[in-house]
């Protein structure tokens, strides 16, 4: 990895010299949520495994690892990433499999995110280099490491506008003993309030999924929560028993639900791959866990127990959908459209002007000449 740091190093410094601006890019598994114009500055040999220590649940690696060799050396040892960050295998035909650095730079986390935290949540420390070319350390190996601004959380989320990613610490859980995922067939209203309830009980809650599923075909969709436990044995049985006698419902399959679950996780399921009009994009909307039921103009996928809800609609119904975040104390983004889109409804979000210096600020200081990832915004 020392030859492909030095190379990459290079790249940057001849960028800096020419005033060229470069687009940072790993696998290309999220190129559909918008791509940097620039020299293409290729993060894949930045890969390998680090340091891992299985006993004190931290793994250090290159930025350029694939997420599936990252996850499947954990799972050897029974650890993993709980977040359940997305892989996106559709995005791109002949797209390379996710990076670690992508999967930070993005921020995105799987069903389990609002119970288990997100992405930030479980980074320790990063190296990146900035866009004066400097190879900067930041954090360390354990969680008590930050003292002044936590300036690698700050990268999760922030596209690679703030500089390379070269090396990623991150913290490890071990995979839960037990698991169990129930089916209940409540419309929205009900599902929202039976999570907003257990969610305030001793109950080892991981993951929620609400919509109108139309699994069987020929038969009218219904309204169907599934509700995911995991933890140990006895708290996630006794958990089923207790709600299933206050709400009628099944205990599912686990063979049956995992790879159900998966494709939630990279947004696969029927709900995703069925786009309902040709004009329609898909809308995330972000909101409090606690929020009523929002008239959007069609079914929404619930997840993040109430937290986050997709939903079909054209992108004319922009302003429409901004507002209902808004009043929600939300917010609404485009998520799968194109860069296009995408950014022109970004415009109709209230900016925050101390968040708009601050972020400045931060831009100016790590890349003053705006070499990374030029025209994403973070």
């Known amino acids: 990895m020392e030859h492909a740091l030095r190379t990459i190093s290079d790249q940057i410094a001849a960028a800096r010299a020419d005033n060229t601006p470069l687009c940072l890019r790993g696998g290309g598994s999220k190129d559909f949520l918008g791509v940097a114009r620039g020299e293409l500055l290729d993060t894949r040999p930045l890969s390998g495994v680090i340091s891992y220590e299985p006993t004190e649940l931290v793994v250090t690696v290159g930025a350029g690892t694939p997420l599936t060799e990252l996850e499947a050396m954990l799972a050897e040892q029974g650890q993993c990433l709980a977040f359940e960050p997305p892989h996106y295998p559709w995005s791109v035909p002949g797209a390379s499999p996710a990076t670690v650095g992508g999967m930070v730079a ?87 309030a039976h999570l907003h309830r257990w969610g305030g009980e001793p109950l080892p809650l991981n993951a929620s999924c609400w919509v109108m599923d139309d699994a069987i075909p020929g038969a009218p969709a219904k309204p169907s929560l599934f509700v995911r436990l995991r933890g140990a044995m006895a708290a996630v049985e006794a958990a089923c028993q207790r709600m299933l006698a206050e709400v009628s419902g099944q205990r599912m399959n686990n063979a049956q639900t995992r ?67 808004l009043e929600a104390g939300g917010s609404a983004t485009v998520f799968m459209a194109g860069d296009a889109v995408a950014k022109a409804h970004a415009a109709l979000r209230t900016p925050s002007t101390t968040l708009n210096a601050i972020s400045q600020r931060l831009k100016a200081s790590f890349d003053p000449q705006g070499l990374f990832n030029p025209g994403l915004v973070s």
């Open 259 to 325: 790879p159900d679950w998966s494709l939630c996780r990279n947004q696969q399921l029927p709900f995703f791959a069925n786009r309902p009009q040709p004009d329609a994009v898909l809308w995330r909307i972000s909101v409090p866990q606690t929020a009523p039921v929002l008239h959007l103009p069609a079914h929404p996928l619930v997840e993040w127990h109430g937290g986050l809800r997709w939903v079909w609609a054209p992108a004319t119904a922009g302003a429409e959908l901004h507002a209902l975040a």
């Open 106 to 192: 993005s921020g995105l986390a799987g069903p389990s995110r609002a119970s288990v935290g997100g992405v930030r949540d479980y980074v320790l420390g990063v190296k990146l280099i900035n866009g004066l070319g400097q190879h900067l350390t930041f954090g360390g190996q354990v969680m008590k490491n930050v003292a002044g601004y936590d300036v690698s959380r700050l990268m999760v989320g922030a596209r690679g506008t703030l500089g390379l990613l070269t090396e990623i610490s991150l913290k490890v859980l071990p995979v839960a003993p037990a698991e169990a995922t129930l089916c209940f067939t409540l419309d929205q209203a009900e599902a929202l």
